[in-house]
């Protein structure tokens, strides 16, 4: 006598292993084999390695903006080649370009002081600036420049993709601050007392915090 069926034995229909794959591909951060898959989504390993393919062939048939590959044994998205320009545009001039209020003030201390210290940068702004330099690095538009030597502190400076992103050659091409600020001599003894109390003191704003976002 056959033990009656129950409704952990009976199959999962295949129309939701298409769907349970691409959610978990869609959030995966490396490859994943079809062995990895078919542990995540609960489907027997033959399965899952043909409703990969048949989700590739799909994505191919209907000439999405992305593809399913296979590579290195293992399965991932990919954005397709001839889109390559459109999604290169987004990143480097979409995202670059997207520097809040504090972030580019930041920067132009960075580009008129350095090489300079995130404690000097953040006495010249008054507030604290460690989520705002970490955006500015990430993008590319600032990189260490050595340690003070009077004090250790990680030194920062502008990098060669700032001057392209601006549109110059050369530091020496910056304008000149003269006519809109007080003379930086007059600051000195200021700035150097408030660099030495601004990793204790110094506090971020709702501003510099959603910037390093």
């Known amino acids: 006598m056959s033990e009656p069926i129950t409704d952990e034995a009976l199959p ?6 298409r769907p349970a794959l ?12 079809a062995v990895a898959l078919a542990t995540a989504v609960g489907y027997p390993e033959q399965q899952v390695a043909e409703a990969l393919g048949a989700l590739a ?79 500015l ?6 990189e260490e420049a050595g340690r003070d030597g009077e004090h250790g502190a990680t030194l920062y400076r502008t990098t060669s993709y700032f001057l392209e992103r601006i549109g110059i050659v050369s530091l020496d091409e910056l304008p000149d601050l003269a006519p809109h600020l007080p003379e930086l001599a007059e600051m000195e003894d200021e700035l150097a007392a408030a660099e030495e109390a601004a990793p204790a003191s110094a506090v971020a704003t709702d501003e510099e915090a959603s910037d390093d976002a």
Do not use: C, K
């Open 12 to 17: 999962v229909p295949v129309t939701a292993l």
């Open 137 to 142: 690095i990430s993008r590319g538009l600032v």
């Open 22 to 33: 691409e959610a978990v591909l869609m959030v995966a951060d490396q490859p994943l084999d």
């Open 57 to 135: 062939a799909e994505y191919d048939e209907q000439g999405r903006g992305f593809e399913l590959r296979n590579v290195a044994g293992g399965w991932r998205y990919y954005t397709r080649d001839e889109f390559a320009p459109v999604v290169e545009a987004f990143v480097l001039e979409g995202q670059q370009a997207r520097l809040t209020q504090a972030a580019l003030e930041t920067l132009a201390v960075v580009a008129y002081q350095q090489p300079v210290s995130r404690a000097r940068v953040s006495a010249v702004r008054g507030v604290n600036v460690d989520g705002v330099m970490r955006t």
